[in-house]
């Protein structure tokens, strides 16, 4: 990790070196506070997925509001969770390759481990894996729910493969991923209760179908910050997967409610500092924020509080920020924050988490999960 | 640095774990040759940009070839290559902050260093770091040719900063960047040649009035791969800064030439290499390289040498495949090929490159001047 941290402790905001990677972390932690109510509230585990914030420091926070542990994408995140003495992960996702396979096993002699399969082949290769480490994986099966991406069909497919890891020496069957990904963007309450309610009746008939083989889900997991209400209150999942509620994000914040207006329950709690580095053009400033410092696969960032402000373009290295007509663009030095368009990859750009409260560098942690391999 | 390296030195490609950034030797060494010839006979310098490559191990084979030295968008690019011995850097971009200005004027005392500005404030400011650190700091005035992002206009305006520069204690004026950025991926030959063309006068122009008032440019420099072979014509540019040459990517490999068919001076040297996770989908394959692992900003990979998949859409673990009709899904657990739509986000988003030459890893080398902080 050969970045510099990009502050000290104690220092204040504006002197925080650019772009960095912000928590804002009174909101972050009303966040938190706020997705364990209303878990608790519901009836329901949430299994915060780590995807989103790639840090022990995080996980252990919402595990200590009454979290059952993590998700995570990939086994590299599970090692990074697990070395950092997270007791309890799922790999919502599926694991492919001996060496991969290996190295999941390997963390089941330090923490609770499942994984996710869709693949006849890959339950074989999953159970040779816990054989050679000579330990049990808790196998869930993944069905498509309307992603239309990985996982099987409901119903009989997925039964039949929960059979086969049941009859799986070193394997346990551990449940069903019925996460729908892509309704977690869909804009009113409305598409996104049609989306989730099919996936509900589709994982609802296959837990029936697999009750009626003997076989139980110790783990019905699913939903994310766009959809878990409609999950918590289905009766059927029993875990909560959302990510992003800890942090939130410019998308999340355009998905709109019963009343048509934006969805409030959770803060933006991370930020982009970004430096003005040139403001030489009529009308236009650039920040030294580029696509490299901020995701922008959904979406341009927002200017934080600066309405008058917009951010148009983003090359690898230059946020190219348009000033509204009767306003003065910001001066050479100054420094903005931006909501980021998608929080997962944007914090995945960076090496440091500088958390902020009250205006003051409070901690400084590293996005230890960061990084393409998995 | 925590990510695994996903190779030992002597596997087979296909032993390789995924995703992960693959560099085919051959072409790489062929276009490296091949800018070098270039510079060579067209009686330019060849400065090439760092911000693709993100490793001294890669500069130091340009500069072996007769590179001059090296472009890097930012001083934490400046710190990696200065650390690792590369002599002369040219920051092609505006540096803002005295924690910055520190950090560069600190490397003068390793190595050849330079910066730009656009901002009188700016220029102060680079003087008054150079002052504290005892160093002399060659500046060069950032003219915008095109772009419109940073840097002054041409003419005029440009004089006069270079003029404030030669008139500040420890600095040195030391030419013009002109960079037409966004002229690179013009599509025709003609729309280049008229973009690049209007940069060239504007250059020309600035050149001339500098000279008449007794400022020599040591470097004009701008030029991608894009547009170099008409800057190198100019008579104006005397510095080349191509950098994604040495690598090309699925963008790039979208310009034509003069006869409508794509320019092939440059052959695909960089690829991310995936695994196929699930294939549970029919006329789907799902590959474990999302955005994370290969951008998307410029558009969506390419699956090498295999015209039937069509990679149609990225989440942040996940690339969704189509099949085309007739042709079979690849298998789960196959390994595929891609040429990202960008290199150089593409590049920093990995740990490592794996350099394979005839089908065997022959060398990992860090991509050490990764992430967003700069």
């Avoid at 932690?29 to 585990?45: H, Q």
């Avoid at 915060?48 to 542990?69: D, E, L, Y």
């Avoid at 919502?92 to 082949?121: T, Y």
Wanted: aromatic content about 6%; some cysteine; glycine content about 10%.
């Amino acid at each position: 990790m050969l970045q510099h941290p990009p502050a000290r402790i104690g220092m204040r905001e504006h002197e925080v070196d650019t772009p960095a990677l912000l928590i804002d972390l009174d909101a972050f932690e009303a966040n938190l506070d706020s997705m364990a109510a209303f878990a608790a509230g519901a009836g329901v585990k949430l299994r915060a997925h780590a995807k989103t914030h790639k840090s022990p420091v995080v996980a252990h926070a919402q595990i200590a509001r009454g979290a059952v542990g993590q998700c995570v994408q990939k086994v590299a995140e599970a090692e990074i969770l697990a070395w950092g003495g997270v007791p309890d992960i799922l790999v919502s996702n599926e694991v492919v390759g001996a060496d991969k396979l290996a190295r999941l096993a390997a963390l089941a002699r330090i923490c609770r481990i499942a994984v996710c399969a869709d693949d006849a082949g890959q339950v074989a290769a999953i159970g040779q894996a816990a054989a050679e480490a000579g330990v049990e994986l808790r196998v869930l099966v993944e069905i498509d729910v309307g992603a239309g991406r990985c996982g099987v069909a409901p119903g009989p497919d997925a039964v039949a493969l929960a059979q086969l890891i049941a009859a799986t020496p070193h394997l346990r069957f551990g449940g069903l991923q019925a996460y729908h990904g892509s309704a977690q963007h869909l804009r009113t309450i409305g598409e996104r209760a049609r989306a989730i309610g099919a996936a509900i009746d589709a994982t609802r008939r296959t837990v029936e179908q697999l009750r009626q083989v003997g076989l139980t889900c110790d783990i019905v997991g699913g939903a994310g910050t766009g959809s878990f209400e409609l999950e918590a209150a289905s009766g059927v999942y029993n875990e909560l997967q959302a990510g992003s509620y800890c942090f939130m994000d410019a998308d999340y914040a355009r998905n709109l409610d019963e009343d048509g207006q934006p969805v409030s329950r959770f803060q933006h709690a991370l930020f982009v500092l970004g430096t003005v580095m040139s403001a030489a053009q009529p009308g236009v400033a650039v920040l030294d924020v580029g696509h490299k410092a901020v995701a922008i696969d959904s979406g341009m960032p927002v200017i934080w509080q600066r309405p008058e402000l917009t951010y148009t373009g983003a090359s690898d290295e230059h946020g190219t920020l348009r000033v509204a007509a009767g306003h003065a663009a910001p001066a050479v030095g100054s420094k903005l924050r931006l909501v980021p368009g998608h929080c997962d990859p944007t914090v995945d750009r960076f090496d440091w988490y500088v958390g902020i409260r009250r205006g003051r560098v409070e901690c400084l942690w590293p996005v230890a999960a960061r990084g393409g391999f998995s």
